[in-house]
């Protein structure tokens, strides 16, 4: 007489699509269906009494604290960066900081005030400053600029050489002592 051991038999909920051992399934059905329900959305389960709550928390369109405008989910990062008609953005010219809405209307006033160029001696809009830089002072410009940003690199080399740095500090810390030093006498004396 052969003893057979059987394996544990599942079956699978129709519910939730789980493997439940079959000597539990008929409470686990029951429960199951009477309770839970999958989000068509998510495909996560979910207590059917919290189904709202669960569509409110992680899909419904949401509004814009900016704007107010409901806005998809997904789309909510897009309206913030580059739609939102709040978003703050800063003005070309002056760097003031203003809603995008506003933005127009202000570059306009912005881009009109003048500033004085020292080599044309003419004042020049700030709208056409950039083309004028180019057309009137192009080459020479960018050279200075291209320089002006070579720069801090150029130091953040000298950084990892501590030696030099800490003898430029040395010398400016001289430096700065002597000149003070010579400005206490002065007014001393
Ligand atoms: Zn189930
Ligand atoms: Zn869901
Ligand atoms: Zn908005
Ligand atoms: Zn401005
Ligand atoms: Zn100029």
Redesign the pocket.
Known sequence: MAVIISEPTTTACTNCGKDIPTINFDLHYMHCARNLEKCSICGDMIQKKLAREHYHGNHAPVDCVHCGETVERENLALHRGQICPQRIIACDYCEFQLPAVDLYEHQDLCGNRTEY????C?Y?RLCQWAD??LR??GASDDDSEASRLDEPQAREEGASHPNRLMLTAVVTGAAILLISFFLHRRTGG
């Open positions: 160029c020292d080599e044309c003419r020049i004028h830089e009137s002072h």
